[in-house]
């Protein structure tokens, strides 16, 4: 308690107020979340408050905290399922409190102040942008390949009700994550002929392809897409595009006046992807051929790469 009592003897802390607490108590919703030590958070040799050390505490504290908003979003049953209002630490807030304790004049007790973070999709606007289809496309496959099936019904759930605003770009890697097994994607030991394989996550290509015709039908800007080395069954030649996590990308940007809406879903063999806008948005949408019903042809990827070695 030395740096207390110099403190005390150059006038830092008034002489009555010799037994203030040094330790900051911080809780939230009911619960501790941290805690500051005064003498741990001060300059030696100097009343002051080392800022770096500080920031670096206000920024740890608010990931504890901090709750994402979430958007509005329509249901499976078609309903709107509400936005919900978040939140995240107060850090003007909390930096004069913090300052209020630091100089013996403030309790050392402090409920976390909070700021609200709101959605940036609100039940409103989710109405308004689900009105009018303005791309639509559907490719088919095999639902008896369980792991296939699995894992587009996965990624067509990352992207499905996604809202692009005017300006904006998408990119399908970063909507839909990498695929890992911890993420719930399966290995597929059977992969559509010409597919590029990524082992765990195969399967994901459809559900990129679709999106593209989807979006090329709506008339949107394609930023980035690249096609397979070989033509693949699903789509008509040309009109993939392959990714794979930390490789190639498929990405498109809004240059409407309007936000756009994907809608997405994968079930009995049908991969569906549909953009829609408002009943105001100017759109200039493209030809784009449609494809059959008839199931790819698929291949083992064992039988997959003997067949890249012979070539």
């Given at each position: ?66 709750q994402a908003p979430r958007n509005a979003v329509i249901g499976d049953h078609g309903g709107i399922i509400p936005e919900q209002t978040g939140y995240k630490l107060n850090k003007r807030i909390f930096t004069d409190r913090f300052y209020a304790f ?210």
């Amino acid at each position: 308690m030395k740096w207390l009592l110099l403190a005390v003897a150059i006038g830092l802390f008034p002489q009555g107020e010799v037994g203030v607490v040094d330790r900051l108590s911080i809780v939230h919703k009911g619960h501790p979340v941290g805690s500051l030590n005064r003498v741990e958070y001060e300059i030696p040799a100097s009343s002051l408050v080392d800022l770096d050390k500080f920031d670096s505490y206000l920024n740890e504290l608010d990931k504890r905290i901090i709750q994402a908003p979430r958007n509005a979003v329509i249901g499976d049953h078609g309903g709107i399922i509400p936005e919900q209002t978040g939140y995240k630490l107060n850090k003007r807030i909390f930096t004069d409190r913090f300052y209020a304790f630091y100089y013996g004049k403030g309790s050392s007790f402090i409920d976390a102040p909070l700021t609200a973070v709101y959605p940036r999709v609100d039940s409103e606007l989710l109405a308004d942008i689900r009105v009018k289809p303005i791309g639509q496309y559907v490719t088919y496959y095999n639902s008896r390949n369980k792991n296939r099936s699995h894992n587009i019904s996965l990624a067509a759930k990352a992207i499905n009700n996604v809202v692009v605003f005017p300006g904006e770009s998408f990119s399908f890697n970063q909507s839909v994550g990498e695929r890992t097994k911890g993420r719930g994607y399966l290995e597929a030991p059977v992969i559509v002929r010409g597919e590029l394989s990524e082992g765990i996550g195969g399967g994901i290509c459809q559900v990129s392809s679709t999106l593209y015709n989807a979006t090329d039908r709506a008339g949107l800007q394609v930023v980035r897409r690249y096609s397979h080395s070989r033509n693949v069954p699903y789509v008509l030649p040309g009109r993939d595009a392959t990714v794979s996590w930390g490789g190639p990308d498929y990405s498109f940007q809004n240059q409407y006046n309007q936000p756009v809406l994907i809608r997405a879903s994968a079930g009995s063999g049908m991969m569906f992807v549909g953009i829609y806008s408002s009943d105001v948005i100017e759109y200039k949408p493209r030809e784009v051929p449609g494809m059959s019903d008839q199931l790819p042809e698929e291949i083992s990827i064992e039988a997959n790469q003997n067949q890249l070695t012979e070539q």
